[in-house]
Structures are given as C-alpha cells and as structure tokens.
C-alpha cells in the first residue's frame, strides 16, 4: 500500500482544510485508515480514524470540529478540518491501519503541513 496525503496549507484561525490520502497499490475499500499530526518537538498524536464499516474515532481536540470520510472512488480518504486553531499547526499523516496509537498502524504516507496562523 502506497500512501500520498494532501491538501495541506497556510491558513488562519477559524478558516477550514481538506486534507486528502490517496492509496494505491491494492483495494481500498475495505481498509481501516487514519490521521496522525505532528509538531516540531512533540510526539506523532492521533486525530482521526475510519474502519472497513465506517465506524469513526476522533481525538477529543478535534471531535466536532474534524471530520474523516471516504471518497466515492473507495481509495481516497478524507479529513475536513473546520474552526482551525493555531495549536492545529502541525505535519499531518494518514497511516493505515485501525486505533490511537502509532503502532497500530503499518502503512504511511509522506505527511502534509497545516499551519494555522493567529
């Protein structure tokens, strides 16, 4: 499984962001997959995470405001991230695999920065 994240960006407190993970390499559809961030200095978090049947888990930093989808085409994940903060500013990952921890997932992409300005 290849993993190419994008959509990441410059953008101010409050503005929103699409980020996308494009997967390739065997089908999608049915793979647990999720979002990690990380800071200069701090360790890789967890933000987000889908399942085979579209189950959902959320960080509590972001529940409510981010949400993670499947696209159409099954090979394409998404996280819309609305009423971004400052404390958002990190390089985001997607990973595959199912859970909030790092290890729990086996597969990366290359990571995306989001810088959220005050």
């Known amino acids: 499984v290849q993993l190419q994240a994008s959509g990441g960006g410059l953008v101010q407190a409050g503005d929103s962001l699409r980020l996308s993970c494009a997967a390739s390499g065997r089908t999608f559809s049915n793979l647990d997959m999720g979002w990690f961030r990380q800071a200069p200095g701090k360790e890789r978090e967890f933000v987000a995470a889908i399942n085979w049947s579209g189950t959902t888990l959320y960080a509590g930093s972001v529940k409510g405001r981010f949400t993670i989808s499947r696209g159409n085409a099954k090979n394409t994940v998404y996280l819309q991230m609305n009423f971004l903060k400052p404390e958002d500013t990190a390089v985001y990952y997607c990973?595959?695999?199912?859970?909030?921890?790092?290890?729990?997932?086996?597969?990366w992409g290359q990571g995306t920065q989001v810088t959220v300005s005050s």
């Open positions: 990973a595959r695999g199912w859970g909030t921890t790092p290890t729990e997932y086996n597969y």
